[in-house]
């Protein structure tokens, strides 16, 4: 671990504590106690408000409040993939939404961490992105907006398009492909349709009364699997 990454930590795991002791860092950090009291003493000395001695164990005041952009190597790659990840992607207004949060990024960065941002070698080509931002931008703002959509929709096992009226509920992204979880009034139950199989879409002119039957949670419950996808 460098040891700007080793004083982020430290700092992390003072912060709510009421007392910490030197062992007890160097064991969470897999250095010596001597390590860590030096460390202790350096994060001192540049204004971070440490009280406590050696023996005795360090406490971080509550009133602190450390820079919020501060991050270790791989913390900028996962960081970096996924607003290349939301650009290459998402719809227009999200591609625009990472730029702006990158630009955001970069601006509140120190110049080596914006250097290392720069040079992170993992991308998300959407050269071939199979369906239409349009749709994406449009599914994404009626979810928000509780809208029912109108839709074309080509399955799978057909070369013709059928029409359907949506609530839409949740997109899904699978690696290339985004799906639309959604109910379905024409088959009064949930389905779920690929971006790429859209043939038209647009709003209904109406909205629809988020009921607690047909929403995601009673959606995740129904095929059996966990309401939090981020656990």
Request: hydrophobic share 40%.
């Amino acid at each position: 671990m460098r040891r700007a990454d080793r004083l982020f930590q430290i700092v992390q795991f003072l912060r709510g504590r009421r007392l910490t002791t030197a062992r007890w860092l160097a064991e969470k950090l897999e250095v010596s106690d001597r390590t860590i009291y030096r460390d202790i003493q350096d994060l001192m000395a540049s204004g971070v408000p440490i009280d406590g001695e050696a023996g005795m164990g360090y406490v971080l005041h509550k009133t602190y409040d450390m820079p919020p952009l501060m991050f270790d190597q791989e913390e900028i790659e996962a960081v970096t993939i996924g607003l290349r990840m939301v650009r290459s992607w998402g719809g227009h207004r999200l591609e625009r939404a990472a730029i702006r949060a990158q630009a955001k990024i970069n601006g509140a960065l120190p110049l080596d961490l914006r250097r290392r941002f720069g040079r992170v070698s993992l991308y998300s080509p959407g050269w071939t992105k199979p369906f239409s931002g349009e749709f994406f931008d449009l599914i994404h703002a009626a979810i928000g907006n509780t809208q029912v959509l109108h839709m074309d929709y080509c399955r799978i096992d057909s070369t013709q398009s059928e029409q359907r009226h949506i609530w839409p509920l949740g997109l899904f992204f699978w690696g290339a492909k985004w799906t639309l979880v959604a109910w379905c009034e024409k088959r009064t139950d949930f389905r779920t349709f690929r971006l790429d199989r859209i043939t038209a879409l647009q709003a209904a002119g109406r909205n629809f009364t988020p009921q607690r039957d047909r929403d995601l949670d009673a959606y995740f419950k129904s095929v059996g699997v966990p309401a939090d996808l981020d656990d």
